[in-house]
C-alpha cells in the first residue's frame, strides 16, 4: 500500500526512529500507527533512537589494511569503557574500517558534506538533465533525485554494507545499538591508498575486499 510522508513523520516523532525505519515498519503493518509502534519497539529500532541523545565519548580506533596497499582507521564510540571491549563493538569497527576501505566514502554523514561540494554537484547534475533534452521545469526535481544518489556514494552512513547490501551503515549501527544497549557513533575515519593521486592502473579494490570476504 501506499504510505503517505505525513504518516511516516507523524511515526518518527513518535518514536524517534529513522524515516526509512518508518516507512518500512509502515508497510509492514498496512498503515496502522500502534502496529507500526509495536514494530520499531520489536526490532529495537526505537529504543535505539533513543538512546542516540547519550553522550558517547568512550570507543575504539579500529583498522583495516588490505594488501598492504589500502590502509583504513576509523574512531567507534560508546558511552562505557566496558562496551568499548565488547568484541562484538569490535567487529563492528572493523566491519566499518572494511566498508570504508571497499566503498570509499567521503564523509560520514550527509550533513559534513561542504555546500560548496553539494552545489558544484548539483550544477554538473542539472547540466546533465538539461544536456539529456529534459524539460527545464522538471530538471530540479530529477536534480533531487540524483543528489539522493550522490548520498548514497559519498556518505558512510547511507551506504549498503558489504556485507549485507539489504542493509545500510546507519540500519547496522541502529542494530548494534539495540542489541548492545548503549548509544554508537561512527565519528569520523582517514582512507589512505598507496600511490593514491598518482596515475596508476584501475583496479577495482572493492571487488577484491568482496572477494576476500567470500574466501
Not at 588490505?66 to 560508546?78: D, K, L, W
Not at 546533465?128 to 550522490?150: C, F, H, S, T, W
Request: net charge negative.
Amino acid at each position: 500500500m501506499s504510505i503517505s510522508a505525513s504518516l511516516v513523520k507523524e511515526l518518527r516523532e513518535a518514536t524517534g526512529a529513522g524515516m526509512m525505519d518508518c516507512k518500512k515498519a509502515l508497510v509492514e503493518t498496512n498503515g496502522d500507527m500502534d502496529e507500526a509502534v509495536k514494530y520499531l519497539r520489536e526490532k529495537g529500532i526505537a529504543k535505539a533512537a533513543k538512546k542516540s541523545d547519550r553522550i558517547a565519548a568512550e570507543g575504539i580506533i579500529a583498522s583495516y589494511i588490505h594488501g598492504g596497499r589500502i590502509g583504513v582507521i576509523v574512531e567507534i564510540n560508546s558511552e562505557t569503557d566496558f562496551v568499548a571491549k565488547n568484541e562484538e563493538f569490535q567487529e563492528f569497527g572493523r566491519d566499518i574500517a572494511m566498508q570504508v576501505a571497499a566503498a570509499k566514502p567521503l564523509y560520514v554523514r550527509r550533513e559534513e558534506v561542504p555546500t560548496e561540494a553539494l552545489d558544484a554537484e548539483k550544477e554538473i547534475l542539472r547540466n546533465q538533465a538539461l544536456n539529456e533534452g529534459k524539460p527545464a521545469q522538471i530538471v530540479d526535481k530529477m536534480v533531487e533525485g540524483r543528489i539522493a544518489k550522490y548520498y548514497k556514494e559519498v556518505c558512510l552512513l547511507e551506504q549498503p554494507f558489504i556485507k549485507n547490501p539489504d542493509l545500510t551503515i546507519d540500519d547496522l549501527l541502529k542494530e548494534k545499538i539495540a542489541k548492545i544497549g548503549e548509544n554508537l557513533s561512527i565519528r569520523r575515519f582517514s582512507r589512505f591508498e598507496v600511490g593514491e593521486g598518482l596515475e596508476k592502473k584501475s583496479e577495482n579494490f572493492a571487488e577484491e575486499v568482496a572477494k576476500q570476504l567470500k574466501a
